[in-house]
Nanobody, 124 residues
Framework: QVQLVESGGGLVQAGDSLRLSCAAS????????MAWFRQAPGKEREFVGF????????YYADSVKGRFTICRDNAKNTMYLQMNSLKPEDTALYYC?????????????????WGRGTQVTVSS
C-alpha cells in the first residue's frame, strides 16, 4: 500500500486561501487514483474531491466546487488541494486517500490507503 502524509493545514480567516499537499511513498503513485476527504468536529467524514491517475479529470463535492482545485505532480509523488475563498464551514481535518483499482468514487470505503490528516481552521 502507498503511504500518505498530508501537510499545509493551518489557521486562516474567512476568504483566505490555503494549499494542502499529500506526499505519497512508493513507485506506484502514477497508477493510483487519489482523493481528499474531510471531517469536521462531530460530523462524519465527507468527500471533497477526486483526481484520476494522470490528473486529467477531477470531481468535486458541490460544497467546494468552484473554490477548491485538486492537481497532482506524479514526478514528485504529490497531490495538492488548492482552497480559495475559505469559509468557517470548511473547518475540518483534511485527509488524502489512495485507490489502486476501479474508477471514480466518492465513497470512502473504496480507498485503501489514508493519511493521518492535516487540520484546517477557518475563523470568521
Amino acid at each position: 500500500q502507498v503511504q500518505l502524509v498530508e501537510s499545509g493545514g493551518g489557521l486562516v480567516q474567512a476568504g483566505d486561501s490555503l494549499r494542502l499537499s499529500c506526499a505519497a511513498s512508493g513507485r506506484t503513485f502514477s497508477n493510483t487514483f487519489m482523493a481528499w476527504f474531510r471531517q469536521a468536529p462531530g460530523k462524519e467524514r465527507e468527500f471533497v474531491g477526486f483526481i484520476t491517475r494522470g490528473g486529467s479529470t477531477t470531481y468535486y463535492a458541490d460544497s467546494v466546487k468552484g473554490r477548491f482545485t485538486i492537481c497532482r505532480d506524479n514526478a514528485k509523488n504529490t497531490m495538492y488541494l488548492q482552497m480559495n475563498s475559505l469559509k468557517p464551514e470548511d473547518t475540518a481535518l483534511y485527509y488524502c486517500a489512495a485507490r489502486r483499482t476501479g474508477s471514480y468514487t466518492s465513497d470512502e470505503a473504496g480507498f485503501c490507503s489514508w493519511g493521518r490528516g492535516t487540520q484546517v481552521t477557518v475563523s470568521s
